[in-house]
């Protein structure tokens, strides 16, 4: 080594060892940390995704475990936190089990094959005049096949593995890791999952100051941005559910066109997820297609499912209908890992073609959904619970604050706490929809039955009644001093 005494040599060489050393020693320290933490054999990613999707996920779980039966578990569990539509699943049900129709799914060769992973040509003929026939032209209800076709493209039109993934993907193809996605709160719990697990998107609640119920107005999206913004995030997208979850109204065409021109004037995205579209018992729902006369452009995307119009959320199989064709072009190839299968695209191809049965389906649907809604605000009425009227969903979402030992999100996790363990049932926490008023709470009612749902009503008063009766300290109220809530 020229220049290097002999000292120096020998100087850096044992130095050099004890760095190798030391790197040794510390790996085999780290692999001694991870056995420890039981954390060795998946990556860091895979660590991120160790925590429940849904905050109240092992709840409800529990719940299903020991769930309530009129006449052989009257005492069991009630959910009321799950956002399905139980009530019509025999109706859609009776309709699959035709075997002409699981004939037709099973013996077209094309179903065995590959084909292109945004759906089978054939699907999504169907799905776009579905889509032109409820959302975009409801008043037509006599439109032919070609028509249909001539205002919804069927290229434009794809299937993905439920709205969850559609949305995953889009923020993944619209948007780049750590930008803000503005999402009108309260709003769907899951949805900061779907945005951030794989593209790495951050939600941002806009909050309204004005009525919730009304919808953002442009100053409420135009905070909230700036907001993001002064820390750092490039707001993106903004996605809106409407009808709205978890309060059920029903966003007007002005105030749903307002909201795409301000995203629009910022160079954003807009996905529009009308899940619960169908779904509506008292109002008229005008869909973002027919608000913007079917002019969605690059930057507006509309999604939909059956998940919760007919009630078939294990079917995992959602809709998304955009006029980006490059963005169609990226999610051909994401959807290979996420794509219908071929047999549930027929069955439901069929469906979709079916006006009598749809018309039928939707309209008594909406009957069953009518009759819980008012079953549950009775009850919610007698017990002076407030609540925001709701004209869609399947849900209704109720102010329980005043009832909270302490009005903070401390408060309204005592407050589930008690109703899961004393009157065994469970309601989807505000907290977890990015709700500012601690004790707001929604109400599944049409994930029960009307007798079930009954039956978790009355103890939601024997619990209210208590409470407010006897003014017990909170420190004292535990399932040995209700245990006669059930009765």
Same mark, same amino acid.
């Given at each position: ?12 060489? @044992? ?34 995704? $160790? ?14 475990? +020991?769930?309530? +039966?009129?006449? *052989? ?10 956002? &399905? ?14 075997? &002409? ?27 776009a005049y579905f889509l032109a026939k409820h959302f975009l032209c409801p008043e037509r209800t006599n439109m032919t096949f070609g028509d249909a076709l001539s205002c ?41 999952? +779907? ?9 941002? =609640? ?11 107005? =442009?100053?409420? $999206? ?18 809106? @559910? ?9 966003? *007007? ?28 018992? +008292? ?7 027919? *608000? ?32 980006? &064709?490059? $963005? ?75 009832? $909270? =030992? ?21 309601? *989807? ?8 008023? =601690? ?27 208590k409470i407010r009766t006897h003014r017990i300290h909170w420190d004292n109220l535990t399932p040995e001093s209700m245990s006669d809530i059930i009765a």
């Amino acid at each position: 080594m020229s220049g290097v005494t002999g000292k120096s040599a020998v100087f850096f060489s @044992t130095l050099a060892l004890v760095c190798i050393a030391q790197k040794k020693w510390n790996s085999k320290s780290r692999r001694r940390k991870q056995r420890a933490d039981g954390n060795h054999d998946i990556s860091q990613r895979g660590q991120s995704l $160790l925590t429940p999707t849904l905050p109240y996920i092992m709840d409800y779980l529990k719940c299903l475990q +020991d769930h309530c +039966d009129p006449y *052989t578990n009257p005492r069991g569990h009630i959910p009321l936190c799950m956002s &399905e539509n139980k009530l019509i699943i025999e109706l859609l049900g009776v309709r699959l089990l035709q075997i &002409e129709t699981a004939s037709r799914a099973f013996s077209d060769s094309s179903v065995y094959c590959y084909n292109n992973t945004l759906g089978l040509p054939g699907a999504r003929e169907a799905l776009a005049y579905f889509l032109a026939k409820h959302f975009l032209c409801p008043e037509r209800t006599n439109m032919t096949f070609g028509d249909a076709l001539s205002c919804i493209r069927p290229e434009l039109v794809c299937y993905g593995a439920g709205a969850s993934s559609l949305i995953s993907h889009l923020a993944l193809c619209l948007a780049e890791r750590g930008d803000a996605v503005l999402i009108p709160a309260p709003y769907y719990a899951a949805f900061d999952v +779907d945005l951030k697990i794989i593209s790495g998107c951050i939600a941002v =609640p806009v909050h309204c100051k004005g009525n919730p119920s009304e919808g953002p107005t =442009p100053r409420d $999206l135009e905070d909230a941005a700036l907001a993001a913004e002064a820390k750092g995030m490039r707001v993106r997208m903004l996605l809106i @559910t409407n009808p709205c979850n978890p309060i059920g109204t029903i966003y *007007t065409p002005e105030v749903m066109k307002e909201v795409i021109e301000w995203a629009r004037s910022r160079d954003m995205h807009s996905i529009v997820d009308e899940i619960y579209a169908l779904s509506t018992f +008292d109002g008229q729902f005008e869909s973002i297609l027919r *608000t913007l006369n079917n002019e969605l452009g690059d930057n507006v995307h509309h999604i939909w499912a059956l998940s919760k119009d007919f009630g078939a959320s294990g079917f995992r199989m959602g809709t998304l209908y955009t006029q980006n &064709e490059k $963005l169609l072009r990226s999610l051909a190839n994401l959807n290979i890992f996420s794509g219908v299968s071929h047999p549930m695209q027929m069955m439901i191809a069929e469906i979709f073609l079916d006006d009598n049965w749809v018309y039928d389906f939707l309209h008594q649907a909406r009957e069953k959904i009518r009759y819980s809604y008012l079953l549950c605000t009775r009850m919610l009425d007698e017990m002076v619970i407030p609540f925001f009227p709701a004209k869609a969903g399947i849900f209704v979402y109720a102010d329980f604050s005043s009832l $909270l =030992p302490e009005p903070t999100a401390e408060g309204e996790a005592k407050f589930a706490s008690l109703l899961l363990d004393a009157a065994r049932i469970i309601m *989807t926490p505000g907290a977890a929809q990015h709700d500012q008023k =601690p004790g707001m709470f929604r109400i599944c009612y049409c994930f029960v039955s009307p007798e079930l749902l009954m039956m978790a009503m009355q103890r939601l008063d024997n619990i209210i009644v208590k409470i407010r009766t006897h003014r017990i300290h909170w420190d004292n109220l535990t399932p040995e001093s209700m245990s006669d809530i059930i009765a």
